[in-house]
């Protein structure tokens, strides 16, 4: 089962698809649209939350492109999403204006598929990669 889920193809794919996915929303941190300020003035954290975060993403985004990294990416998307997600539970509903619950779909879809990156990457992480010795 593990060698079907750690097809190579799979594994770029879903990679590409938390790029994809937190490079979209990228745009709209940066530049401020209204739906952005909304949620940062929400949770108390507009402009600098909004900025930082979008900085943090960034970042991860650069570290998911390169192979050797994909760990350090997978982890940061993981924490990036988790509070995205607890966001969204504590202070502002599933729903934010009118969106249909796309924002909090869109961070579980990255949380999970960070999971799934973090699984097959676990033998590049350190302290971790000591759990699983080669033979």
């Given at each position: 089962?593990?060698?079907?889920?750690?097809?190579?193809?799979?594994?770029?794919?879903?990679?590409?698809?938390?790029?994809?996915?937190?490079g979209?929303?990228?745009?709209?941190?940066?530049?401020?649209?209204?739906e952005s300020?909304?949620?940062?003035?929400?949770?108390?954290?507009?402009?600098?939350?909004?900025?930082?975060?979008?900085?943090?993403?960034?970042?991860?985004?650069?570290?998911?492109?390169?192979?050797?990294?994909?760990?350090?990416?997978?982890?940061?998307?993981?924490?990036?999403m988790?509070?995205?997600?607890?966001?969204?539970?504590?202070?502002?509903?599933?729903?934010?204006?009118?969106?249909g619950?796309?924002l909090?779909?869109?961070?579980?879809?990255?949380?999970?598929?960070?999971?799934?990156?973090?699984?097959?990457e676990?033998k590049?992480?350190p302290?971790?990669?000591?759990?699983?010795?080669t033979?």
């Amino acid at each position: 089962m593990e060698s079907i889920l750690r097809n190579t193809y799979l594994f770029h794919v879903i990679r590409f698809l938390i790029v994809f996915i937190i490079g979209q929303t990228l745009y709209f941190k940066y530049t401020g649209s209204e739906e952005s300020r909304y949620i940062f003035t929400i949770l108390g954290m507009e402009p600098w939350g909004r900025i930082g975060l979008a900085v943090l993403e960034t970042i991860c985004i650069g570290f998911l492109l390169f192979p050797k990294l994909v760990w350090v990416g997978a982890l940061l998307a993981f924490n990036l999403m988790l509070g995205a997600i607890l966001s969204h539970f504590v202070f502002l509903g599933i729903v934010v204006q009118d969106d249909g619950g796309l924002l909090f779909l869109l961070a579980v879809i990255v949380f999970l598929f960070s999971i799934y990156l973090l699984y097959f990457e676990r033998k590049k992480i350190p302290y971790i990669r000591d759990l699983f010795p080669t033979n």
